[in-house]
Each structure stands twice: as C-alpha cells, then as structure tokens.
C-alpha cells in the first residue's frame, strides 16, 4: 500500500527559513508534488520532483530522495502570507495522486 | 469562465435527498477528478476521467456517481447523502491524464453539510 506523512503543523517566524518535511512508502512511484492550500481556498501547484535533488523556484525549494523515501519543501525569506497549509503528494504507479493530510504553517511577527 | 468554477459554493442538504455538485472548466483539459477533503485527512479522490467518454473509481466511490458526456463538464451526483458525506468537495483538471508530469489545477470547492 501506500503512506505518506507530514508533520501536522509547524511555526516559523517572518523573514526566517522553514523546512517542511514529507516521507512515504509506496510500491509505485512517479513522483512527488507539494501544493499549497489557503484556509477555505484551493489547492494551488508548488513543485514537481521525479529524480532525485534539488528544484529550486524563487523563494520555494523542493528536495526528493527516493531511495530514502523522502522530501521537503524549503521556504525561504518568510512572508505573512506563506501561512498556509503545505500539502505532499505522491503519484502512484497509477498515475493517480495520493495526499498526505497537509503541514498548517503558521508564520509569525 | 477561467480555469475550474463549481456551483454551488455550499449547501446544505437534508439526508436522504439527491445531491449533485458542478464542474465546469475551459482549459480543454482532457482528465478530470472529484476529491473530497475532510479535517485531519488528505484529499481523497472520488471518481475520475481521463477523457470525455470514461469514467474510474477512485479510493472512495461508494454513495457517488459520475458522468463525462463532454470534455468541460464532470457533475458529481449523491444519490441520497448521508451525515458521512459532509465534506468539503474539490474539482480538478489536468491536460491529460495518466502522465507522470500530469499537473492538476484545482476548483474553488463546495462546501456540503448533510444534516
């Protein structure tokens, strides 16, 4: 089967870095999304990852390691309106997405 | 219309009765997806359709159908709701389906309670 985990909510402080972590098993694999949610509003496309390494976009970075099963979203340069939920998702073998239940970012003064 | 609109944008629905939520984009896209989010769980996806024509079962189809009679339009039908379908609902399109690079761009959502 497949599992993917997240941590459920994280602080950070303005103008500082953030690393939001992801790890998941999963018998097929055809890469890793992060999205990122606004309360009451809709997912929206972050990152993409397939191989292994860094994607960097702007102030948003995405990291993947699939033999350990494992990424991360960095944000860097904070900004009040990064507050939001940060949520992984893997596509399976299927090429169907499967969610993980997001990261709450709470960022403050 | 831009992107993904769905109507409507809550409800609230007496148990029993016949349900269905709209789904309309203009991006051509050829695949489509229901999901339902509900608190402390990940999206969970309903049915879906890689084309106009067809449609698939996701990981929790039970209660819900769908159709795909054109490639704009994915309603989403409850039959007759129940208090577990209270949730919130997303539509989603991507320009084809069944490709690893395969982005989905996401609806506003309906907000469903069934009372």
């Known amino acids: 089967g497949q599992n993917i985990d997240q941590p459920t909510e994280m602080t950070a402080t303005e103008g500082a870095i953030v690393q939001i972590n992801c790890t998941y098993q999963?018998?097929?694999?055809?890469?890793l999304f992060w999205y990122q949610q606004h309360a009451g509003e809709a997912p929206t496309f972050l990152s993409y990852n397939v191989l292994d390494g860094l994607e960097e976009k702007g102030r948003f970075s995405s990291f993947l390691s699939r033999s350990k099963g494992y990424s991360y979203l960095l944000l860097k340069e904070l900004q009040m309106k990064d507050s939001a939920s940060y949520l992984c998702?893997?596509?399976?073998?299927?090429?169907?997405?499967?969610w993980g239940a997001g990261t709450k970012l709470i960022i403050k003064p | 219309i831009a992107g993904i609109t769905q109507a409507p944008t809550s409800q609230i629905l007496a148990a029993g009765r016949r349900m269905t939520l709209r789904c309309t984009q203009d991006m051509r896209h050829n695949a489509m997806y229901w999901y339902r989010q509900d608190l402390g769980l990940g999206l969970r996806l309903i049915h879906y359709?890689?084309?106009?024509?067809?449609?698939g079962k996701g990981e929790v189809p039970d209660g819900y159908s769908v159709s795909r009679a054109n490639t704009d339009d994915f309603p989403l039908t409850l039959a007759s709701a129940v208090p577990s379908q209270t949730s919130v609902y997303f539509c989603a399109s991507s320009e084809s389906g069944g490709l690893a690079t395969d982005t989905q761009y996401f609806g506003p959502g309906t907000r469903l309670t069934v009372l």
């Open positions: 999963t018998s097929g694999f055809n890469g």
């Open positions: 359709s890689n084309t106009a024509g067809t449609t």
């Open positions: 998702a893997l596509m399976d073998s299927n090429y169907q997405l499967i």
